[in-house]
Nanobody, 126 residues
Framework: QLQLVESRGGLVQSGGSLRLSCVAT????????VGWFRQAPGKGREGVSCIGSAAVAIHYGDSVKNRFTISRNKNNNTIWLQMDSLKPEDTGVYYCAADQNRHCTANLSPDDYRYWGQGTQVTVSS
């Protein structure tokens, strides 16, 4: 059974940077699309970014474009999310998710992902 584990998030000041990783165990991510999602208190789950299995398809949510960068290393079975120029509105629980049967698209829909990590808290102070 594929399991996803996010790295520890943390508290960062506005304008700062943070890098999250998502590590897969129990299987390979080689043929999986992987996405990052986040959820702020009282809000629904928002698509942040996704990357296709060949790292050709990459999409970002409008609120993080030009600030976040997603990447993957197939050999290490790891996906990274580099977050720069962080804002207080980036605060939330960040989840990585994976699916083998769907494609990374601009829709960034949580419904397209079968496997989910437990989530990690990111807090950006003003």
């Amino acid at each position: 059974q594929l399991q996803l584990v996010e790295s520890r998030g943390g508290l960062v000041q506005s304008g700062g940077s943070l890098r999250l990783s998502c590590v897969a165990t129990g299987g390979s991510l080689e043929l999986f699309q992987v996405g990052w999602f986040r959820q702020a208190p009282g809000k629904g789950r928002e698509g942040v970014s996704c990357i296709g299995s060949a790292a050709v398809a990459i999409h970002y949510g409008d609120s993080v474009k030009n600030r976040f960068t997603i990447s993957r290393n197939k050999n290490n079975n790891t996906i990274w999310l580099q977050m720069d120029s962080l804002k207080p509105e980036d605060t939330g629980v960040y989840y990585c998710a994976a699916d083998q049967n769907r494609h990374c698209t601009a829709n960034l829909s949580p419904d397209d992902y079968r496997y989910w990590g437990q989530g990690t808290q990111v807090t950006v102070s003003s």
